[in-house]
């Protein structure tokens, strides 16, 4: 079974509709974040979360909500979606860096994406 | 604040030929970074990382790359690729934790795709 798994995979929607996209992982980790990917522009922070109380706007938060209901799930709600907001969306995972060394990374592990489109 | 430009949007090559993707950053601290492979309808995973140390990284599938302090780059290359390393790669930079609000997360560029023919 995957570790990162998203809901839906693809969706189609209407302007000015409310969209839901889920996230879950069985890592155990504490982080997750939400990123949005559009051709010739690379990948996006939208919204991060170091815990379940500890939520924080990315680089392009606009327009976007998030929730973190547990350490597993994290999901990202488009309130009234708009054509531009018509992309691929990827949930990750990673680890707290522990102990204060700013040395240790711990990786950032990708789920399989959603396609949203906005007619 | 960190950056990071990746200088080629798409590069063909023929299989078994050796490729160069080219990843420059820009930072006024040390800085960590990465190469991630997307391949076709998947999810992004890691191919290598630099965090200190030797400045030559080994990472899967053969592929290896330098980080060279002094021209602000990390290029990956690859000596003979094959038709299954077709995908788009994307290099990535991280600050220290803390500094300037970035909190430690990740900056991509803005991905090559690489594109492999027989």
């Known amino acids: 079974d995957a570790d990162v798994t998203q809901t839906p995979r693809n969706r189609i929607t209407k302007t000015g509709k409310r969209i839901m996209l889920e996230c879950s992982q069985t890592k155990g980790h504490d982080r997750m974040y939400w990123y949005r990917q559009d051709p010739g522009l690379g990948l996006r922070l939208i919204y991060y979360s170091f815990d379940v109380k500890d939520i924080n706007k990315g680089e392009i938060s606009d327009g976007y909500s998030v929730s973190r209901q547990a350490q597993a799930k994290f999901s990202l709600s488009l309130e009234s979606a708009i054509p531009n907001q018509t992309a691929l969306y990827f949930c990750?995972?990673?680890?707290?860096?522990?102990?204060?060394?700013?040395?240790?990374?711990?990786?950032?592990?990708f789920g399989p994406g959603t396609r949203l489109t906005v007619l | 604040a960190q950056s990071v430009t990746q200088l080629d949007s798409q590069v063909p090559v023929f299989e078994e030929a050796p490729v160069e993707l080219r990843c420059n950053y820009s930072?006024?601290?040390?800085?960590?970074l990465f190469w991630y492979v997307q391949y076709p309808n998947q999810g992004l995973q890691l191919l290598l990382k630099?965090?200190?140390?030797?400045?030559l990284v080994k990472g899967i599938n053969g592929f290896e790359a330098e980080f060279n302090k002094s021209q602000t780059s990390f290029h990956l290359r690859k000596p003979s690729v094959h038709i299954s390393d077709t995908a788009e790669y994307f290099c990535a930079v991280r600050g220290p934790l803390n500094y300037g609000g970035s909190q430690g997360n990740l900056i991509f560029g803005k991905g090559t795709k690489l594109s492999v023919k027989p």
């Open positions: 930072s006024s601290v040390s800085v960590y």
């Open positions: 630099y965090l200190s140390g030797s400045t």
């Open positions: 990750a995972t990673s680890d707290m860096t522990s102990g204060g060394a700013d040395r240790t990374y711990n990786e950032q592990f």
